[in-house]
C-alpha cells in the first residue's frame, strides 16, 4: 500500500465550526468500508494559537476588533519556529508527521487494509485549514456550515454545570460573563468561516463540497451520498445509516441540555438567549451571517428560556 503522503487525494477534511454536526457525520462516515476516522486531531489548535486570547473578550474595556492567530501575527519574526523565512526546514517533516500519525491510527481500524483507506479528518480547529491545504494541496474538503447563532447558542449550553464539555476543559459561565463569552464565540464562528471559505476557494470543484447542518437534518440520506460521492466511496448503504443515526434513534437520556447530542433544532437561539444576549451576538456575528447565507432580521425572542 502507498502511503498516504504519495496518496493525498485520500484525506478529506471536515471544516468548519464545531457543535456544526460534524462529530456526527463523522460517525455516518465511519459505518462506510474503507473510512478511518480521525476524530478531533486538534491540529489548528496547536498550529493556530488564537490571539489575543479569550479573556480579552472579558478584561478589555471594549471587544477587541480583530481575532487573529500566533501564526499570522509572528510569520515574519526569525524566532517564530514556523517562520516564513525557515519553511523550507519545516514544511515536509511536518507533512511527514501528520501522515505518519494518521497512518498509525489506521492501523487500528478493521478491513482499513484491505483495500486503499480513505482517511476522514474531523478537525474542531478549522482556521487552520489554509495551512493544512497548504499542506495537503491534494486533499479534499467537507466543508460543514450551520447558522453562527446556532453554534453559539450549542456552545453556551456546553458551558454549563455538568455538561459534556466540562471535562474536557470547557468550564461553567456565571450569568455576567455569558455576554462576553457570547462575543468570543462568535468571533471564533467568523475567523472560523472565512479561513474555511478561504480553503475551500483553492480547491477544484471535484475535490469540495459545501453541506449545511439544516440540509445534512433535513436530507440526510441525500447529503450522504453525496459525500460518499466524492470521496470514491459506494453510498448503496446511505439510507440505512442515516435511519441508524437520526437524532430520533438516540436514547432520550443521552440527549438533550448538557449532552453532547443536544437538540437539532435549526434557530433555537431565539428562545435560549435573552434580547440582551441576542444583540451581543448580532453584533460580533455582524455582517458574516449573511455572507455565508443566513438572514440576520429576526432578532427578538418572546422569553429567554435557558
Known sequence: M?????????????????????????RMLSDFERVVPIDDPHLGHHLGVWRPIPLAWAAAE?????????????AEEPGYFFADRYRESWWEPLRTLICSRFEAQAEGVPGAGRRAPVYVVKEPGSHAAPLLL???????????????????DS?????????????GGAFPVSEKGRVPLIRWLSAVWVVRSRAVQRAFDSLPPESRLLVRYETLREQTADTLRAVCAMLGLGAEHAAEVAERHRFERVPARQRGPRREVRAA????????????????????????????????????????AR
Open 2 to 26: 502507498k502511503p498516504l503522503i504519495d496518496n493525498e487525494e485520500r484525506l478529506t477534511w471536515i471544516f468548519g465550526s464545531s457543535r456544526s454536526g460534524s462529530t456526527w457525520l463523522l
Open 62 to 74: 471594549e471587544p477587541p476588533e480583530k481575532l487573529t492567530t500566533l501564526l499570522e501575527l509572528k
Open 134 to 152: 497548504d499542506l495537503f494541496p491534494s486533499s479534499k474538503v467537507v466543508f460543514l456550515l450551520r447558522d453562527g447563532r446556532d453554534v453559539v
Open 155 to 167: 456552545w453556551l449550553d456546553g458551558y454549563r454545570d455538568g455538561s459534556w464539555a466540562i471535562p
Open 265 to 304: 433544532s435549526p434557530g433555537s437561539w431565539r428562545e435560549n438567549l435573552s434580547p440582551a444576549e441576542q444583540e451581543a451576538m448580532h453584533e460580533a456575528l455582524g455582517p458574516a451571517l449573511e455572507e455565508f447565507g443566513y438572514a440576520s432580521d429576526a432578532r427578538e425572542p418572546a422569553v429567554a
